[in-house]
């Protein structure tokens, strides 16, 4: 089992900054992939981050250049460093994680933050 606990999230004015944490605990060894995901009323929950366990990252288009995913392995957390934050990244931002064993695949979620970006 993987038990995700996020904190970070908050209100802040557009232009501002944020950083998400996103603490990992339980089967730790197994977890491949992290990310951050977010949805918005009325809205699908999309792809923020992701970020293997070696490093590599894919960031959504509408953030690229703005937010930031990095992982520390050894305190099994990761962070969603945001910056020039706008109106339209409020949301509820979900931690991820996936973890990997010999044919077996499972994604777990943290319980979400808020962001919210005054205009």
């Known amino acids: 089992q993987v038990q995700l606990v996020e904190s970070g999230g908050g209100l802040v004015q557009a232009g501002g900054s944020l950083r998400l944490s996103c603490a990992a605990s339980?089967?730790?060894?197994?977890?491949?992939?992290m990310g951050w995901y977010r949805q918005a009323p009325g809205k699908q929950r999309e792809l923020v981050a992701t970020i293997s366990r070696g490093g590599s990252t894919n960031v959504a288009d509408s953030v690229k250049g703005r937010f930031t995913i990095s992982r520390d392995n050894a305190k099994n957390t990761v962070y969603l460093q945001m910056n020039n934050l706008k109106p339209e990244d409020t949301s509820v931002y979900y931690c991820?994680?996936?973890?990997?064993?010999?044919?077996?695949?499972?994604?777990?979620w943290g319980q979400g933050t808020q962001v919210t970006v005054s205009s």
């Open positions: 339980g089967s730790i060894s197994s977890i491949n992939a």
């Open positions: 991820a994680a996936d973890r990997v064993t010999p044919g077996v695949s499972r994604r777990y």
